[in-house]
């Protein structure tokens, strides 16, 4: 092994995640064990990109998270707060109380989301297990 690798997330094989959006386990796919990794991709505008939740209930692992739009355009709902996310923006979560949730608004918009819990060692969510198993 040399270390490293690199892909396309849409090389990433799918797997069955929340709404019906497009899942890329991306922590899955390389192995990472240091940190949530995952990407979502829209089929149409309008699409649920990011469920709504917060990181504390229902065993979601009480994750920081910075969300970031690597390509097309969302909208995020953030603690009761919308935030128009273009290509290029990042969305940083860093309470695990907060609740947010994000919806395509353009075909191909996607979602790299990354995350964990301050001060412990990475654990992957009961959320994630679930569905990968």
Not at 14 to 30: E, N, Q, T, V
Not at 35 to 53: C, M, P, R, T, Y
Not at 67 to 85: K, L
Request: proline fraction near 5%; glycine fraction near 12%; charged fraction near 25%.
């Amino acid at each position: 092994m040399a270390g490293w690798s690199a892909v396309r997330i849409d090389d990433v094989k799918s797997a069955d995640g929340p709404g019906d959006s497009d899942w890329k386990p991306l922590r899955h796919h390389f192995g990472v064990r240091a940190f949530g990794l995952n990407a979502w991709i829209s089929d149409h505008a309008g699409q649920e990109l990011v469920e709504e939740h917060d990181e504390v209930d229902g065993n979601t692992g009480g994750h920081e998270e910075i969300y970031a739009i690597v390509r097309g355009q969302a909208t995020f709902t953030v603690d009761g707060e919308t935030v128009d996310a273009p290509e290029g923006t990042i969305v940083h979560v860093a309470d695990p109380k907060i609740v947010r949730s994000a919806v395509a608004n353009e075909p191909g918009t996607t979602v790299l989301c990354v995350g964990a819990e301050p001060g412990r060692a990475f654990e992957p969510s009961g959320w994630e297990t679930r569905r990968l198993d």
